[in-house]
């Protein structure tokens, strides 16, 4: 087994003996296995021992159910090892995880089975009871983090009706459970989308509605928003925040479902911005919820913000989009070289500063672009703005065109594209603009 022979019998043989251990040996060690393999990120020992001692559907957390670590490993039979440097629960060899992952009879629905063990833990009485503005999981409760952060990725992969009616019971009080405010301080410290809106009123918490759009759990989602004692107005939080709550997530599906009802307006802007869902789903790059959008006759392509006064294309173009810049310049009722209202940027300058070159270059297929359009604040052309920030395949590109002036100052400082460059150390871009 050391030089990597006979591993395959040997899980099986070990697996074997597993599953005919007596008393709840046998369903522990399984409940474990199944955890340590599917879960998203490694698992703390205090959190496996809780997860694997949660009755589905209960009310609250039974603590001798909850198994020592000593006596979990054993049930396992040595396929699990605590991690020395991080107290974390792995598999003995990762040759393991291959092996489980052959065998489809081994976890019965093995996500739903930790959504539902997720949700039942998170409608605990005790953990409602918690204080809904606490900085971190109290000790004792240590699956609390967790169950926070990945239910929804495990109900998006084993939805069931008993997942549907755990996740409905969080998110109808979503606003005031510990929950919300773990994922939230967690997704601001930059390892997820940002956990606020904004609606008529200014800044506010994301409800249960908003939050099940990004969740993506779409029968929950719309059991929620079709429930009369909750006060839900599907109207308002449709038409206001919903679809581009769903753009946002990536969830394609929820903006299938929601254009599909009357009540919602697809090129309703935000209230913060005036972005239309067009224009976010352009600037995130969703090929697929702009075709979508692309599709309609009740939906302008060529909308501008109120904020910044830019365009779908222009958002795309400013960050890189090319298989969406693609769509929108096959359309005949997209101005390509229109401005915006901020600095005055075209989207050529736009990606051109970005060092996009495959969207440069579809741009500069086009006639009715101009490609030494300065911007009307600093007079900043395409050119002057790559070559400030060392892009030089986008400078390449635009020194090839015989309609660029490579030596072009700007209106504000009267610098040249040479003297941006050597300001700033672009020693690839000044060998060009020399040359």
């Given at each position: 087994?050391?030089?990597?022979?006979?591993?395959?019998?040997?899980?099986?043989?070990?697996?074997?003996?597993?599953?005919?251990?007596?008393?709840?040996?046998?369903?522990?060690?399984?409940?474990?296995?199944?955890?340590?393999?599917?879960?998203?990120?490694?698992?703390?020992?205090?959190?496996?021992?809780?997860?694997?001692?949660?009755?589905?559907?209960?009310?609250?957390?039974?603590?001798?159910?909850?198994?020592?670590?000593?006596?979990?490993?054993?049930?396992?039979?040595?396929?699990?090892?605590?991690?020395?440097?991080?107290?974390?629960?792995?598999?003995?060899?990762?040759?393991?995880q291959e092996h489980l992952s052959r065998d489809p009879t081994l976890f019965h629905s093995s996500h739903s089975t930790i959504a539902e063990v997720c949700?039942?833990?998170l409608n605990f009485e005790s953990v409602r009871d918690l204080s809904p503005i606490l900085d971190?999981?109290?000790?004792?409760?240590?699956?609390?983090?967790?169950?926070?952060?990945?239910?929804?990725?495990?109900?998006?992969?084993?939805?069931?009706?008993?997942?549907?009616?755990?996740?409905?019971?969080?998110?109808?009080?979503y606003n005031q459970h510990i929950s919300a405010q773990l994922l939230d301080l967690s997704y601001q410290q930059g390892r997820g989308y940002y956990p606020y809106i904004y609606a008529k009123g200014g800044l506010t918490e994301c409800t249960g509605l908003d939050r099940g759009v990004y969740f993506g759990t779409i029968d929950t989602l719309f059991a929620l928003g079709e429930t009369e004692e909750e006060g839900v107005n599907p109207v308002d939080w449709m038409a206001d925040t919903a679809l581009i709550r769903a753009i946002q997530g990536g969830q394609e599906a929820v903006v299938k479902m929601l254009l599909e009802r009357d009540e919602v307006n697809p090129d309703e802007p935000d209230t913060r911005c005036g972005r239309t869902p067009l224009s976010w789903a352009a600037m995130m790059g969703r090929e697929g919820v702009v075709k979508m959008f692309l599709e309609r006759e009740d939906v302008n392509p060529d909308q501008p913000d109120t904020k910044c006064g830019q365009t779908p294309l222009s958002w795309a173009a400013e960050m890189g989009r090319d298989g969406v810049v693609k769509m929108l310049l096959e359309r005949e009722d997209i101005n390509p070289d229109q401005p915006d209202t901020r600095y005055g940027q075209t989207?050529?300058?736009?990606?051109?500063?970005?060092?996009h070159e495959g969207v440069v270059k579809m741009l500069l297929e086009r006639e009715d672009i101009n490609p030494d359009q300065p911007d009307t604040k600093y007079g900043l052309t395409p050119l002057l703005r790559a070559a400030k920030n060392?892009?030089?395949?986008?400078?390449?590109?635009?020194?090839?065109?015989?309609?660029?002036?490579?030596?072009?100052?700007?209106?504000?400082?009267?610098?040249?594209?040479?003297?941006?460059?050597?300001?700033?150390?672009?020693?690839?871009?000044?060998?060009?603009?020399?040359e």
């Open positions: 087994m050391a030089r990597g022979n006979g591993l395959s019998d040997a899980y099986t043989g070990t697996i074997t003996r597993l599953k005919v251990q007596k008393g709840n040996r046998q369903g522990l060690g399984i409940q474990a296995l199944m955890w340590v393999l599917c879960s998203k990120r490694p698992l703390r020992a205090e959190e496996l021992c809780h997860a694997v001692g949660v009755e589905i559907g209960t009310t609250e957390l039974d603590p001798e159910n909850i198994p020592a670590l000593r006596t979990l490993l054993a049930s396992c039979l040595g396929l699990l090892t605590v991690e020395a440097s991080s107290s974390t629960i792995r598999l003995v060899h990762f040759t393991l949700l039942t833990y971190s999981a109290p000790i004792t409760m240590p699956l609390l983090e967790y169950a926070s952060m990945y239910w929804a990725q495990h109900a998006k992969m084993g939805m069931t009706e008993k997942v549907k009616i755990l996740g409905l019971g969080l998110l109808k009080i989207p050529l300058s736009l990606a051109a500063e970005n060092g060392g892009r030089e395949g986008v400078v390449k590109t635009l020194l090839e065109r015989g309609d660029v002036d490579p030596d072009q100052p700007d209106t504000r400082y009267g610098q040249t594209p040479l003297s941006w460059t050597a300001e700033n150390g672009h020693e690839g871009v000044v060998r060009m603009l020399l």
